[in-house]
């Protein structure tokens, strides 16, 4: 294994309700670092409030953490992109590049509410793949109705979309019902990605390798390579993630 790549964190300083200043941001990557984490994608809101947030603005903060960050943890790879509150005009803002996509790739970080209906979900999946973009859908594991209706997790598979949980919420910490469907999901290989979502150092910290190694552990080192590095990789590189 060569690191793990944390594909949403909300990391980036002071420009939504993740890390609050650049000291926390350092701090918290060199916790995402002595956890192996190599490689970190910041990936602020888009909703509500945030959207005041311009891209020229989040590009500004994320150079000014790059160039603090270089003499801390040189080897640390960081990338930009945005994790996207889907509303009808989400689409039409990342085709115009009013928001981001991770790392100015086809790829877009895509969110719901946790009480979203199924037609809303997979309208925002649908528009989303129509405008030419590959929506990820964020800590899929937290919307209610993907919970209880499994015919709609195999729908946004079918549409294109690819599947991300939350590393806390595979090893428990989020209630045995969420588990539970993590891991059903990981039976059957039908999650692309897990990642932080970290905020903070303590309630929602940057750490993945608790949760690789029980992945690695139950679905074999094939699998927790792809969740935790490959796959991530192919994003940023804006390759086919197979």
């Not at 150092?201 to 139950?218: E, G, N, Q, W």
């Amino acid at each position: 294994m060569r690191g793990f790549t944390d594909i949403h964190t909300h990391l980036l300083p002071g420009v939504d309700d993740g890390a609050e200043s650049m000291s926390q941001t350092l701090r918290l990557l060199r916790m995402a670092w002595d956890d192996g984490i190599r490689t970190v994608i910041l990936t602020p809101h888009y909703r509500g409030r945030y959207k005041k947030n311009t891209p020229a603005m989040l590009k500004e903060n994320f150079d000014w953490l790059r160039e603090m960050a270089a003499a801390e943890l040189p080897d640390m790879k960081l990338y930009l992109g945005q994790e996207i509150a889907y509303e009808s005009d989400a689409p039409e803002a990342m085709h115009q590049g009013r928001v981001l996509t991770i790392n100015g790739s086809s790829y877009a970080l895509l969110e719901f509410r946790t009480n979203s209906l199924r037609s809303h979900i997979i309208t925002g999946v649908s528009e989303t793949v129509r405008c030419g973009f590959v929506p990820i859908v964020a800590h899929v594991e937290r919307y209610d109705i993907c919970r209880s209706d499994p015919s709609l997790v195999e729908e946004l598979l079918d549409l294109g979309a690819l599947l991300q949980f939350n590393a806390d919420s595979v090893l428990g910490s989020n209630g045995f019902a969420v588990k539970r469907f993590c891991h059903k999901l990981l039976k059957g290989r039908k999650a692309h990605f897990v990642a932080s979502d970290a905020h903070d150092a303590v309630h929602r910290p940057p750490r993945l390798r608790d949760c690789f190694l029980k992945i690695h552990k139950k679905y074999g080192a094939e699998y927790a390579e792809e969740l935790f590095y490959s796959n991530a990789q192919a994003v940023i590189e804006n390759q086919t993630v197979d």
